[in-house]
């Protein structure tokens, strides 16, 4: 074992523990930011351990739910997931995760059976092709967000290009190679506990969006066994009118206009050029149907390539969780793991007993109510959040919150995007709260909540606040951001006897 790493994961422990007893904030973090002061290649030398290498989830939304549910579907495919649950995505994060994961000698324990499940901030992605050389990498999709730290959605993409580039050339010099070789299929044959995976060895296997034009844009010019497309076909959920949340309107290839047979949300959809042909590819793995329920969500899902990698075949599920945004999670998460090889009989029970993630559709018993909180962070998934409310029965109670802490995002003119309108008719009551609270009170009141929509900038007292303004038995939607979620979701977990974030094991 390498001294330094040795030596750098000693360190991280010690630093991660002393944060947590001591409390004072980074429980998800200090322990990787420890360690990579001593090893730069902290990430490297841990995730290199793995025997079944790494898959990295990245994107605008969703990411956090996608790689948790791929975590159970490896969970249930009789591998042990190294997985940075707790949303820590900076590359700190996952070196904190790596980093408690290990012995203080810097072994990974049963390494053979480990799978790194990463999910990685989008800024964040070209440093773990790096460092962690994943088997595959899962697009959810590219939206505005942080306008201040990552810039437009444009150079987001361009950084990702740029990222893979590199792995793209050396993938086609090592085809080129392999064919001159042998003309036989040089895949990999995996193990005998899961099915042959569409790409095992040499660059990353691109797993894209199809229905996001920016994320599919990614597969041009890449082998095409090295992408699976996945997307929705199933037209009936699309929507009639366009929200004002859409991000790609002209097309990546020519500058011309884009055009939608039919539109998801925000710029997700069957998309096309009008001038070049660029358009929506046909995706591998596809939404053949689904159906909102009030809890629930019945999915569909068909597997249409026809390789002896993927053969065809046809998935029926129950997904507990609502909106359609977690139907495309559930769908980017089959086809992470049908691009590892992992069993397909394995996805069903993982998806159908899945739990929400924290603070995504996570719900608490508090004296009586059901306290639902949902993650807004920016406008097309504070959309869907607010969707998924309006579609709710019953009478509307909501405490939201805009933060604008660096991980939220300086910027906050981005809730003048959001369609607070959706839930103002069936809204009783409405709280701003979080550090631009003001801020928010002003945009609701655009939204016909009332000239006067109280205001409280004390997350502890804005929680009490909108419990004792929810009726026994009712229901309290909690709208926050990112860094307000914490918060909030820790104060909740305290009142229902859980526990927080960084020490859910689930």
Known sequence: MNPRTSAAVAAGKIAGAVSRISRLGGGTAVAGLAAERIDHDIVSNLVGQAGEGAIAVTGTNGKTTTSLMLSRIASGSALRPLHNRSGSNL???VAAMLVEESTFAGAIPDAKRRLAILEVDEATL??????????AIVFTNLFRDQLDRYGEVDTVAKAWERALAPATRDDRQQTTDNRQQTPTNTRQTATNTRQTAPGTRGAPLLVLNADDPGVAHLGRGVPRE??????????????ES?????????CLECGSELVYGVTFYGHLGHW???SCG??????????????AGADATALTIGIARHDDALPPGEMKLRLPLTGLYNAYN????????????LPRDAIGPALEGFTAAFGRQERFAIEGRDVAVLLGKNPTGLNQVLRAIAAAEGPKRLLVFLNDGIADGRDVSWIWDADYELVQPRTEWVLAAGTRAEDL???LKYAGFGEDVPVEHDTGRALSRAVEATPRGGTLYVIPTYTAMLDVRDLLAKRAGGRRFWEDGR
């Open 226 to 239: 090295r992408v699976l497309y996945y997307g929705i076909e199933d037209t009936s959920a699309g929507i």
């Open 278 to 291: 660029n358009r929506r590819p046909v995706p591998d793995i596809a939404l053949t149907k689904v159906t």
């Open 126 to 135: 070209p440093a773990i092709v790096r460092a962690a050389a994943p088997r």
């Open 330 to 341: 559930a769908l980017a998460a089959t086809a992470g793991a049908l691009a590892l090889g």
């Open 91 to 93: 590359m700190r994060g």
């Open 242 to 250: 366009d929200e004002h949340a859409s991000d790609f309107r002209t």
């Open 441 to 443: 009170a002003l945009r």
């Open 272 to 274: 096309r050029c009008t």
